[in-house]
């Protein structure tokens, strides 16, 4: 079965498609350079001051703890979220839910947290953990 094609209209090649005028290029490098600035100020300010972990439920934020260092007393509170209270731990590990009245369970499952930009959900409780400050950072993948 052939596919027709419309005769007025000409075929244009993907070269003819990519080309544009220099004010074009100009833009898109302006934009691609912003870009870029703008994703490392966003990283400068993550990770900027002593680590602490933010707990809200929904939008409120609700505590702001740092994270303990080696040797320090970890500290267990409860915090009450939409179907009860969720258990989290904050020791030498970082910040972990223990305990969730959720039925998936991924935020007890995902464990400790302790990375600037980490962040904790349970989704169904609705309680958010993030980790911001100058927490050591790790990498995202290395390749050779």
């Known amino acids: 079965m052939a596919v027709s094609v419309n005769p007025r209209i000409p075929r244009q090649g993907m070269s003819t498609l990519l080309k544009g005028s220099v004010t074009d290029r100009i833009l898109l490098l302006v934009s691609l350079l912003g870009i870029t600035a703008a994703w490392f100020t966003v990283q400068a300010l993550v990770a900027s001051g002593p680590a602490v972990a933010e707990i809200?439920?929904?939008k409120r934020l609700?505590?702001?703890?740092?994270?303990?260092?080696?040797?320090?007393?970890?500290k267990t509170?409860?915090?009450?979220?939409?179907l009860g209270p969720s258990e989290i731990l904050l020791d030498e590990d970082g910040v972990r839910i223990t305990s969730s009245p959720c039925s998936a369970q991924r935020c007890?499952?995902?464990g400790a947290h302790r990375h600037a930009g980490d962040m904790i959900a349970c989704v169904p409780n609705?309680?958010?953990?993030?980790?911001?400050?100058?927490?050591?950072?790790?990498?995202?993948?290395?390749?050779?």
Do not use: C, M, N
């Not at 703890?65 to 320090?72: H, I, R, S």
């Not at 609705?126 to 050779?144: M, Q, Y």
């Open 56 to 58: 809200y439920h929904g």
């Open 62 to 74: 609700l505590a702001t703890y740092p994270l303990p260092k080696a040797g320090e007393t970890p």
């Open 77 to 82: 509170f409860q915090i009450d979220g939409e």
């Open 108 to 110: 007890v499952y995902s």
């Open 126 to 144: 609705r309680i958010l953990i993030t980790i911001r400050g100058s927490a050591k950072r790790r990498f995202d993948a290395i390749v050779e």
